[in-house]
């Protein structure tokens, strides 16, 4: 069945280590999306990427960094310059990033945990 | 600003009963919106959405939403509640092709 793999599903980190977040898909999808979600604050856009070496700031980049070498893939790191790591993080992808009906489809999440 | 509210926090239903979560939008130009459902420690599932044509929409699992422009509402709704549809409910709107802007979440809780 076709998806999103995030992995893994419960990640503790010391605070000041950089941390790699996971997510693959294999919908044949173009576009990628980083979500951080918190308790009462709905989902906040981190970052997107349209095509493969390509990808954008969302609202709360400060302290993230992405790749996409590869259409499958848009891992997600978490630096020790994010002041508040903690949190649930959710990947996203839709067909095509340029088309407004196309809904996105999430993987479902990892939960980071910096300490 | 592009906004969604969801002015509920927590709803409370009766199984069997009906439900309306409600959802505001703030958005000049032609919104496409979507509901999306996630249960605990889980991902977002879509559950329908609305870009243009008749504003009331069908969706997965039973729930409609209505599509009213003049009052910037896109409200979800059921006849009858399940025990299985308590989660938290997510309305967004798409302002840019990329953007998709989420409302902050109503958690439906459902009592025998």
């Known amino acids: 069945d076709g998806g999103i793999t995030q992995s893994p599903k419960y990640l503790f980190r010391k605070e000041g280590q950089n941390v790699t977040l996971s997510c693959e898909q294999n919908l044949n999808h173009d576009a990628m999306y980083w979500y951080r979600q918190d308790p009462g604050q709905g989902l906040r856009l981190i970052y997107y990427s349209q095509i493969v070496n390509d990808f954008q700031k969302g609202d709360i980049a400060e302290g993230y960094s992405v790749s996409r070498e590869k259409k499958e893939s848009f891992p997600l790191t978490v630096t020790s310059a994010q002041k508040n790591p903690t949190a649930f993080y959710l990947c996203?992808?839709?067909?095509?990033?340029?088309?407004?009906?196309?809904?996105?489809?999430f993987g479902n999440g990892t939960r980071l945990t910096v300490t | 600003a592009q906004s969604v509210t969801q002015p509920d926090i927590h709803i409370t239903v009766s199984e069997g009963a009906s439900l309306e979560l409600r959802c505001n939008y703030s958005y000049g130009a032609t919104p496409y919106l979507f509901w999306y459902v996630q249960s605990p420690g889980q991902g977002l599932q879509l559950l329908l959405k609305y870009f243009s044509g008749d504003t009331l929409v069908q969706g997965i699992k039973g729930f409609e939403a209505e599509f009213k422009r003049s009052q910037s509402s896109f409200n979800l709704r059921k006849p009858s509640v399940h025990w299985s549809d308590a989660a938290e409910y997510f309305c967004a709107v798409r302002t840019g092709f990329q953007k998709l802007v989420f409302g902050t979440g109503t958690r439906l809780l459902v009592s025998p």
């Open positions: 996203a992808s839709s067909i095509q990033g340029s088309s407004y009906n196309s809904p996105l489809h």
